[in-house]
């Protein structure tokens, strides 16, 4: 004896239909969400970020690495990672190329190339970042600013 199978009904196929599209929108949103929860793996800044190649930075210049928010100084001595962020209130500090400095533009407070203050509300210099040089290239690590109280001529990577 054999049983033929249930023919399957309207109801039940829309039962069927609407269990698997919401089982696929369940799925995809736990995907989501575990994505962004999913830690960083330190490309970017609050990581390891390249900036470039040490010839790259000529001796006495001062370059921005956007991705990186920060800017890298290079000395006759080497070179130093120097974030952007004002000391004072936390706003972006552009360096000024007609002025020779960093000019906050929030309270006016002014930075060296080395990241001093010179004038302002800022109550210390520019924070730095660690440096690696490895094969001619200059990784600047942005997971750990340093607060530093003034300039030190150990704070400058040789290159």
Not at 53 to 64: I, L, P, Y
Not at 98 to 123: D, I, K, M, W
Request: hydrophobic fraction near 40%; glycine fraction near 12%.
């Amino acid at each position: 004896m054999t049983t033929k199978p249930k023919p399957v009904t309207r109801r039940n196929f829309l039962g069927y239909a609407f269990g698997g599209a919401l089982a696929l929108l369940t799925a995809q949103t736990a995907l989501t969400v575990l994505r962004f929860l999913k830690p960083t793996t330190g490309s970017g800044f609050g990581g390891q970020l390249y900036a470039g190649k040490v010839e790259e930075f000529a001796v006495n210049s001062v370059n921005r690495v956007l991705a990186g928010r920060f800017y890298i100084t290079r000395t006759e001595d080497g070179l130093l990672a120097l974030w952007q962020k004002c000391t004072h209130l936390g706003c972006a500090v552009p360096w000024v190329e007609a002025e020779g400095r960093f000019h906050c533009p929030c309270h006016g407070s002014t930075f060296n190339e080395l990241g001093e203050v010179l004038g302002g509300p800022a109550p210390r210099p520019l924070d730095t970042f660690p440096i690696t040089v490895k094969s001619g290239e200059v990784w600047v690590d942005t997971s750990r600013p340093v607060q530093r109280a003034a300039f030190d001529p150990t704070q400058i990577t040789g290159a």
